[in-house]
């Protein structure tokens, strides 16, 4: 079945380093790849989507491009704040008549000033 | 902004009682989904429903049931609640026009302990 598979985390950076945090996927067919955040205490949110090969999706300094050669859809930002400190789930929608998301097992990223 | 709200932040409850987690979502989405999220398990769907009175199984809705009998509620119910139902519950809702690529739009969570 399709997976999502992501790096362990966490992820500990200081105020303004280059983030990545890598995101593969194996899946059949042309899914959506998606990036959702999780501040403490909340819900998950659309951080960035994209919809075909060589989208690239961004929002708030953050990117992913959709390779699908590489089948993968790593998260990208050039300098972190402290505010980014968050849970990061990698995801991609299946069609089984539904949108199923299925998701990785998430990031954790911790910034430190 | 689309609200999605849960009724309980935290609830704890006795091995078989039955419990009752309420979801509610005031943007007229036709879709709506409850998932467990578990610490290096990421996120699993129990149950979705795309219409009043409509349900799927996600992929581990045993122990789990669910009610939908106004567009903007979806209800999460354990018949008999387990310890190993001890978890984070969170609600989701989305339109269906968007298709796969559409947004889903998460609640803040019901975090769940089964003494």
């Known amino acids: 079945g399709n997976s999502v598979t992501q790096m362990e985390g966490p992820v500990t950076l200081s105020e303004e380093a280059f983030l990545t945090i890598n995101c593969t996927y194996t899946?059949?067919?042309?899914?959506?790849l998606f990036w959702y955040v999780q501040y403490p205490g909340e819900g998950l949110q659309l951080l960035l989507k994209?919809?075909?090969?060589?989208d690239k999706g961004s929002n708030k300094g953050f990117e992913a491009t959709y390779r699908k050669e590489t089948t993968s859809f790593h998260l990208e930002k050039g300098s972190v704040q402290v505010s980014d400190s968050a849970v990061y789930f990698c995801?991609?929608?299946?069609?089984?008549?539904?949108?199923?998301?299925?998701f990785g097992t998430g990031t954790r990223l911790l910034v430190s000033p | 902004d689309v609200k999605v709200t849960q009724s309980s932040r935290y609830l704890v409850k006795r091995t078989g009682e039955k419990v009752f987690l309420e979801c509610v979502q005031d943007?007229?989405?036709?879709?709506m989904f409850w998932y467990r999220q578990d610490p290096g398990l990421g996120l699993r769907l129990i149950y979705f429903?795309?219409?009043?009175?409509?349900?799927e199984k996600g992929d581990i809705p045993e122990g789990y049931s669910v009610s939908r009998e106004k567009k903007e509620r979806f209800s999460l119910i354990l018949e008999s609640a387990s310890t190993n139902q001890t978890s984070m519950y969170l609600c989701?809702?989305?339109?269906?026009?968007?298709?796969?690529?559409?947004?889903?739009?998460f609640g803040p969570g019901t975090r769940l302990l089964v003494l």
């Open positions: 989701a809702s989305s339109q269906t026009s968007g298709g796969l690529s559409e947004t889903q739009y």
């Open positions: 899946a059949t067919g042309y899914p959506s």
């Open positions: 994209a919809t075909k090969a060589d």
């Open positions: 995801a991609l929608s299946e069609d089984t008549g539904f949108q199923k998301l299925v």
């Open positions: 943007m007229d989405h036709e879709n």
């Open positions: 429903s795309y219409d009043v009175k409509m349900k």
